[in-house]
């Protein structure tokens, strides 16, 4: 992501770590499970943006830098706007044609994009990277290209600044390692195990020690000094295989390592970039092994063109990719979009990237969108067709930013309970309340709200069909803990056990869980059932999930598996069958079995369930239950 100056000589070696490196990132998005660690990738992407930029502008000698600013900045606008702009007005206007259901979200996640602050605007909004139910924004991973334009934008500054106060750049590389540190450290400080990682992840505070580290790297290894004559063989055999240490340190990282993990952002991340440090050190050296292998044609294509590809990638994905199949990837499905996704990458990199690059925006702006009707017979194909269709999309995007063409269909949060209490006739009997609400039409969201007001619930009928026997004679009480889907199956659950207590809230995790299980402490008893359904909003530790299960040890508990279309559905899922076996009084309950190849059973966001899917839970734990 960096251009050719007279500082900067050109290694084909770091084409090969970009492509590698955005290959990694598709195949995480594509959860291809050898890839559980490749939004690394990214990391992988800051570093080495971190080290060509600062060796770009770093003078040889003296504290005066050799790039102007102003002539810095107009070179990165000139290479990442276009491409960008490009992308998101595209996506935007195919979402008004053919996805009307994501404008509620998606203009605002266009209009930071465009001001290159969407990071800060999916922690405001609490947009988790790792999740999102429904289909994600189609513009999310451009969370990071903002990172880099603001780190573009104020790097240049700190850097000037810093070379004048401090003046040697031996001492100014260890107080940026010392930013870097701080950075890192305050990642380790804000990170809550088993809550969702989405601010210490696309926070520019939390993620700038990866461009620092990049940053120290030109300071103490300035590429304008590396030379084969300077070193010695055994210096020689000493840096290849540190390199090839490195590059394994990499590879088994995009294999083994997954977001879920706690080391990550207590000192993990930060490790794994001081890796790709070291890599980058190797490769750009001129005597590298490693740096000719990884300068192979097809990667330096790739790479070459990872700025497209990153950037197209993600769009392609969402707007191609029914809700049911994330998690569960199509082959075939795959391969068109990767396909797509190359061939719209090489036509940005030919047409847009290149040409705006080497000729400015004016230049560029003259030769392709300049109208003359004397000159319209002349013209290509190609040219009217770009000269008739940019307007119309500028015009379509346009209308539909401003919100002058209407959305699709929305269900509106404020229509359903954020929280569900039912309490039975039991012991611990209060009046039984509930939010009323319509099995067929679930939540549709994730994010926390204020309790819904508590409506007296309608007696079950008495002749009410669906009413099996009850298991009442071998539980005295029975409790339901659960997020949203529990909210969708209240009503039914209630039904079948009149006598049951549940307590259901969107969003809740297991770290939530634990804290409200001393609540209903009266429940662990050998005479009681406990119903947990948790792990629709993401992953939990083992100390977190052996905590709430310690809470009930006494009382014979239920786990309900998830069915959900993101990343942690296998390792939740792996999880709780590990417990089902550790422990004779648990039981698991396989919602996600029962539903995998039933995308009927579940509303639009492909997570929230309609009357069918509704009616299949419930019976899978009356039937566990009633065993």
């Not at 100014?172 to 809550?195: D, N, R, T, W």
């Not at 505070?205 to 290894?221: H, M, S």
């Not at 990458?345 to 040409?355: D, G, L, N, Q, T």
């Not at 119903?531 to 052996?546: A, E, R």
């Amino acid at each position: 992501m960096s251009g050719k100056s007279l500082n900067h000589r050109y290694i084909p070696g770091l084409d090969g770590i970009r492509a590698l490196a955005v290959l990694a990132v598709i195949a995480y998005h594509f959860n291809f499970s050898w890839a559980r660690g490749g939004f690394l990738g990214v990391d992988i992407f800051f570093v080495l943006s971190g080290y060509l930029i600062t060796s770009t502008i770093l003078p040889l000698k003296g504290n005066q830098l050799t790039v102007s600013l102003k002539k810095f900045w107009i070179g990165r606008f000139r290479r990442l706007l276009p491409a960008a702009y490009v992308m998101i007005i595209t996506s935007f206007v195919w979402a008004m044609l053919f996805h009307k259901e994501l404008l509620h979200t998606l203009r605002g996640d266009a209009l930071s994009s465009i001001f290159y602050s969407s990071n800060w605007w999916f922690i405001f909004h609490k947009l988790s990277y790792f999740d999102s139910f429904g289909s994600p924004s189609p513009l999310k991973n451009l969370w990071s290209l903002a990172i880099e334009e603001q780190f573009y934008v104020i790097w240049p500054l700190l850097l000037m600044i810093g070379l004048f106060v401090v003046k040697k750049q031996s001492k100014l590389a260890k107080v940026v390692f010392i930013g870097a540190i701080c950075s890192a450290l305050l990642m380790a400080i804000l990170y809550q195990p088993g809550a969702d990682p989405s601010r210490v992840y696309y926070g520019t505070d939390t993620r700038c020690f990866e461009l620092l580290i990049g940053c120290w790297l030109a300071l103490v290894w300035p590429m304008k000094r590396l030379s084969s004559q300077k070193l010695s063989t055994s210096h020689m055999k000493k840096l290849n295989a540190i390199s090839f240490i490195s590059f394994t340190i990499f590879l088994v990282s995009i294999m083994y390592v997954d977001e879920f993990q706690t080391f990550l952002y207590r000192g993990g991340m930060f490790l794994f970039c001081l890796n790709a440090a070291v890599l980058i050190a190797c490769v750009c050296h001129p005597v590298s092994i490693l740096g000719r292998i990884l300068a192979w044609k097809p990667l330096c294509w790739i790479g070459s063109r990872s700025y497209g590809i990153y950037l197209w990638h993600y769009p392609v994905m969402v707007l191609g990719t029914p809700i049911h199949e994330i998690g569960n990837p199509s082959y075939w499905r795959i391969a068109l979009q990767l396909v797509l996704i190359v061939t719209i990458a090489e036509c940005s990199y030919r047409f847009i990237e290149m040409p705006i690059r080497k000729e400015g925006f004016w230049a560029y702006y003259r030769k392709y969108f300049v109208f003359n009707k004397k000159k319209w017979a002349s013209l290509t194909f190609s040219r009217k067709v770009s000269t008739v269709m940019v307007p119309l999309f500028l015009l379509v995007f346009f209308t539909g930013i401003t919100g002058v063409v209407g959305e699709g269909q929305q269900s509106s949060k404020e229509s359903y309970p954020t929280a569900i209490k039912i309490n039975g006739d039991g012991p611990r009997a209060n009046p039984i309340k509930e939010q009323d609400k319509s099995t067929d039409n679930p939540s549709p969201s994730k994010e926390e709200g204020v309790d819904v007001p508590d409506i007296e619930t309608p007696k079950p009928e008495e002749n009410e069909t669906n009413v099996a026997p009850q298991k009442d004679e071998a539980y005295q009480n029975i409790l339901a803990i659960g997020d949203s889907v529990m909210i969708d199956i209240a009503t039914s659950l209630h039904k079948v056990f009149p006598n049951i207590t549940i307590d259901g809230k969107i969003g809740r995790q297991v770290s939530q869980a634990v804290k409200l299980a001393p609540n209903y402490a009266s429940f662990n008893q050998s005479n009681n059932a406990i119903i947990i359904q948790l792990g629709t909003n993401g992953y939990f530790t083992n100390d977190q999930i052996d905590t709430l299960l310690a809470a009930f040890a006494h009382a014979d508990i239920y786990l309900v598996n998830t069915r959900v279309p993101r990343s942690w559905e296998g390792k939740v899922n792996a999880a709780l069958l590990e417990k089902s076996e550790e422990h004779e009084n648990i039981t698991l309950i396989d919602w996600h079995a029962a539903a995998l190849n039933h995308p009927e059973y579940f509303a639009p966001d492909g997570v929230h369930l309609e009357k069918k899917g509704v009616e299949v839970l419930t019976n899978l734990i009356q039937q566990s239950i009633n065993q």
